[in-house]
């Protein structure tokens, strides 16, 4: 079945950019989404399709995808950034098709 | 906007069978190219997909599950449920429904899933 590895964390000061990667063979011909949890809370959609935002998802999140790696970029860190990060695709040739990344949990320090 | 609540018990025994149930509103769970999807997170853990429906009544599930798992759709109710047998403690975890976006996209030749609404969750815990 298809694999998605994530960095198991990722750390950033405030103000700066965080880079969460999601790697996966040839996961640039895939669609790719990313979902934000806080602890406690339900995850949130924060860009589907490689790189569009959902509404009330501020800009400073944006995604893209390439090769073996799509990245999840958040500009202009915030302390309510911090959560957990998931990516997801959907894999048309397996029996599992619905494939979540392992997370990345993003601190702000 | 669409909103999603999952209802059942917290505490399920060993070896019976889990029951969850998703409400939707804001919206009619029968109309539209959606799938509704189960998903769920044990403590401290990654998620995990359990299966989905569409409003046709066709679903999908996990393979790891595929034997103890039943997705149904209650469209007068605008509901979905969950039926889940034989549970062990592994079966511990948060159960979350979701709305599963889906279309294909033609010019890239490929399906485009993703959960673009999701319930609060639901602790079920297995346990004597």
């Known amino acids: 079945s298809y694999v998605l590895t994530q960095p198991p964390s990722v750390s950033v000061a405030p103000g700066q950019t965080a880079r969460i990667t999601c790697g996966g063979n040839?996961?640039?011909?895939?669609?790719v989404h990313w979902y934000q949890q806080k602890p406690g809370q339900a995850p949130v959609l924060v860009v589907y399709?490689?790189?569009d935002r959902p509404s009330g998802i501020p800009e400073r999140f944006s995604g893209s995808n390439s090769g073996n790696t799509a990245t999840l970029t958040i500009s202009r860190v915030e302390a309510g950034d911090e959560a957990d990060y998931y990516c997801?695709?959907?894999?048309?040739?397996?029996?599992?098709?619905?494939?979540f990344g392992g997370g990345t949990k993003l601190t702000v320090l | 906007q669409v909103q999603l609540q999952e209802s059942g018990p917290g505490l399920v025994n060993p070896s019976q069978t889990l029951s969850l149930t998703c409400t939707v509103s804001?919206?009619?769970?029968?109309?539209?190219?959606?799938?509704w999807s189960w998903i769920r997170q044990p403590a401290g853990k990654g998620l995990e997909w359990i299966g989905r429906?569409?409003?046709?009544?066709?679903?999908n599930y996990n393979p790891s599950l595929k034997s103890r798992l039943t997705i149904s759709l209650d469209t007068s109710k605008n509901q979905f449920s969950l039926k889940l047998t034989s549970v062990t403690a592994a079966d511990t975890a948060v159960y979350y429904c979701?709305?599963?976006?889906?279309?294909?996209?033609?010019?890239?030749?490929?399906?485009?899933?993703?959960?673009?609404?999701w319930g609060q969750g639901t602790l079920v815990t297995v346990s004597s």
């Open positions: 804001g919206g009619s769970i029968s109309s539209g190219s959606y799938y």
């Open positions: 429906i569409y409003t046709s009544g066709s679903s």
């Open positions: 979701a709305r599963d976006r889906n279309y294909y996209d033609g010019q890239r030749g490929i399906g485009v899933h993703y959960f673009d609404y």
């Open positions: 040839n996961i640039g011909s895939k669609s």
């Open positions: 399709d490689d790189s």
């Open positions: 997801q695709v959907w894999d048309s040739s397996s029996v599992h098709p619905v494939v």
